[in-house]
């Protein structure tokens, strides 16, 4: 197993809490000189609040780790495709790198709809890498919004009774 899977597995179990609390399983880790540093799961709808993005989290437990808002030297890893706001706080942050499982083409900010991490006229871009444990980074979003699917439709169906 190369070094970004092992991250991207890591990920993977972050995106898994926020399955278990209903939420869109998105999870993320910041690793600086091979150790995790930030970990962070989308808790949007439990939080109530729109910045709670598994990057942001992530970037903030990270920061406070190094005890600085530059995360020069770091790679994060995020299992779905950063939205604007979380490029945006990825360059700004100054990473390294960002390792993505897989691509979000409605709303992905590193390549899909738009490329914040290597916009020339920002003054930093960061090295993207993508589609590591892509299929089980696709497969957990996937089963996630089947399973909305069908309850949506049950308590439609519960409430026209």
């Not at 092992?6 to 999870?27: F, N």
């Not at 910041?30 to 949007?44: C, D, E, L, T």
């Not at 979003?141 to 009774?161: A, G, Y």
Request: overall charge positive; proline content about 2%.
């Amino acid at each position: 197993m190369s070094e970004d899977e092992k991250y991207m597995r890591q990920a993977l179990t972050q995106a898994k809490k926020a399955a278990r609390l209903g939420e869109v399983p998105i999870g993320c880790v910041i690793v600086y000189n091979q150790k995790v540093i930030g970990r962070g799961y989308n808790r949007r709808n439990t939080d109530k609040n729109t910045l709670c993005h598994a990057e942001i989290a992530a970037i903030r437990k990270a920061s406070k780790a190094v005890g600085d808002w530059r995360l020069e030297g770091c790679t994060i890893y995020v299992t779905l495709e950063p939205c604007p706001m979380c490029a945006g706080a990825i360059v700004q942050a100054r990473m390294d790198r960002c390792v993505i499982g897989t691509m979000n083409p409605k709303a992905g900010c590193a390549g899909s709809v738009l490329d914040l991490l290597n916009c020339a006229g920002f003054n930093h871009q960061v090295a993207v890498e993508q589609g590591v444990l892509q299929e089980e980074c696709k497969e957990i979003l996937q089963m996630f919004f089947r399973q909305l699917r069908v309850r949506l439709r049950q308590e439609k169906t519960e409430n026209t009774d």
